[in-house]
């Protein structure tokens, strides 16, 4: 493994340019828990092989912390200090629930269940359908789009915003803002300097949050952000800060990976046609509709990486692991694991055992996985449903971020079977 690779994996905006996927099929058969320094003052250790990723996931509060120093790498050296990075700052605060330990995260996420339990989410079903087949239909009227930002990114986003309970009014700016926090290298959403980029995002997506929720507040509304208002952390309510670092978490999880998972798996679907046409065959079958999304996230892997710190000296697959050090565990290592998977760098939506480790694992085992997986299964029936013959009608691009990597435009061609009849099936 070189400085190079290692350089490349804390660039944000090498995985806008270049297949990262190189290095990670290197680090998994040369050097599975590799240190890297990269471009980062911190130096980490990257992990690669999905049973060394189970042995830390399963391990998290006992050995491995999330809470020390967040879930994600700075996206460079100006973002490393918590002084100076506001999302910095916050991932090291503890105050949100994806970056909690202990009885004090189970105890936060057990107040958020009902809205992500697998009755919760079914109660959804209606309301993602009337979503997506809304939005399909202003689409097939056009004949052209670009995927990602017209679909694959509008219906989870208003679906997490009407779980949340933002008015339609906030979707747009909260869209914007939340890809200058994902992806604050990418020139596409720079408003400055990187560092300036994210920082406007991040805190204007809170502010937003908190307002809402403060006019929310004491009002008996059944949704997640009035669910904020009188949630508790160790018997106390959460503060401003926690109600919009929590909402800012709920907004971007529910959408963001969705979006990349659906965009990738059309991408490699135009690539593959085969795979396409076996889907449209079977699309009453909510089975094949179910592993597909699966083989969509295994392959898309849209959560990069996630940072543990050791809480005490450990060894990870015969390294060993001082405490205090940090462990990156990146996913797409995991989820291409010749040792789990057969013929993993293929794309192959027949996939029926597929032990991905995309919605990880444990205690942080995604909380929204049976949203996702709705949200994703409801997409792709209207799809197969009511587009036909599609085709890219110009390149794919990715965004500049080595946390939440995918694709952000996918423009396509198609034509459509029934705009009208979709339009009043969901009426
Ligand atoms: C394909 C879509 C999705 C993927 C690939 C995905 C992936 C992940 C991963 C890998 C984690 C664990 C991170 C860690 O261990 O540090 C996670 C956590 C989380 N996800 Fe998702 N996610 C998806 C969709 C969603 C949706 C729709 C929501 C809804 C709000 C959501 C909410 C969350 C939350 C709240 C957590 C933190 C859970 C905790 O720490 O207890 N995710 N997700």
């Not at 908190?210 to 059944?222: F, N, P, Q, V």
């Not at 009608?393 to 971020?401: D, H, Y």
Request: aromatic fraction near 8%; glycine fraction near 8%.
């Amino acid at each position: 493994m070189g400085e190079h690779d290692d350089i490349n994996l804390t660039t944000p905006s090498f995985f806008g340019r270049h297949d990262p996927h190189p290095i990670w099929r290197r680090l998994r058969s040369e050097d599975p828990v590799h240190w890297t320094q990269g471009r980062l003052r911190h130096g980490f250790w990257s992990v690669t092989r999905h049973a060394d990723m189970r042995f830390v996931l399963s391990n998290d509060t006992s050995i491995f912390s999330v809470q020390r120093h967040g879930a994600n790498l700075p996206a460079g050296p100006e973002f490393e200090a918590p002084e100076d990075a506001l999302f910095t700052e916050l991932t090291h605060s503890g105050a949100q629930l994806a970056i909690m330990d202990g009885q004090p995260h189970t105890d936060l996420r057990r107040q958020f269940w009902t809205f992500f339990s697998p009755g919760g989410v079914r109660d959804l079903e209606g309301m993602v359908r009337r979503i997506t087949g809304n939005l399909l239909a202003d689409l097939l009227e056009q004949g052209s789009c670009d995927f990602t930002t017209d679909f694959a990114g509008k219906v989870p986003t208003a679906v997490i915003a009407a779980i949340l309970g933002i008015p339609e009014s906030h979707w747009a700016d909260l869209y914007r803002w939340n890809n200058m926090l994902a992806a604050p290298e990418d020139p596409e959403f720079a408003v400055g300097d990187a560092l300036a980029t994210q920082t406007a995002g991040v805190a204007n997506i809170m502010r937003t949050c908190i307002e809402l929720a403060a006019s929310k507040r004491g009002r008996g509304g059944a949704d997640l952000l009035t669910a904020l208002t009188t949630a508790e952390i160790n018997g106390r309510p959460l503060t401003d800060t926690e109600i919009g670092f929590n909402g800012l978490m709920f907004f971007a999880a529910g959408h963001e990976t969705t979006r990349a998972s659906m965009s990738t798996g059309l991408a490699e679907m135009l690539a593959d046609p085969g795979q396409w046409a076996y889907l449209r065959d079977n699309r009453q079958d909510r089975d094949v509709l179910r592993r597909a999304g699966e083989e969509f996230v295994r392959y898309s892997a849209p959560l990069t990486h996630t940072l543990r710190t050791a809480t005490e000296d450990t060894a990870i697959g015969g390294q060993k692991i001082a405490a205090g050090d940090w462990v990156v565990l990146w996913f797409h290592g995991a989820n291409r694991d010749p040792a789990v998977f057969v013929d993993p760098e293929r794309f192959d939506v027949t996939r029926v055992k597929n032990e991905h480790l995309g919605f990880a694992l444990g205690k942080h085992f995604c909380l929204g996985t049976h949203l996702a997986r709705l949200d994703m299964a409801v997409m792709l029936s209207a799809m197969l449903e009511h587009l036909e013959d599609i085709e890219p009608a110009g390149p794919v691009e990715m965004a500049s971020s080595n946390l939440f990597w995918g694709i952000k435009h996918l423009p396509i061609r198609f034509r459509a079977k029934s705009g009208r009849a979709l339009r009043e099936a969901v009426a």
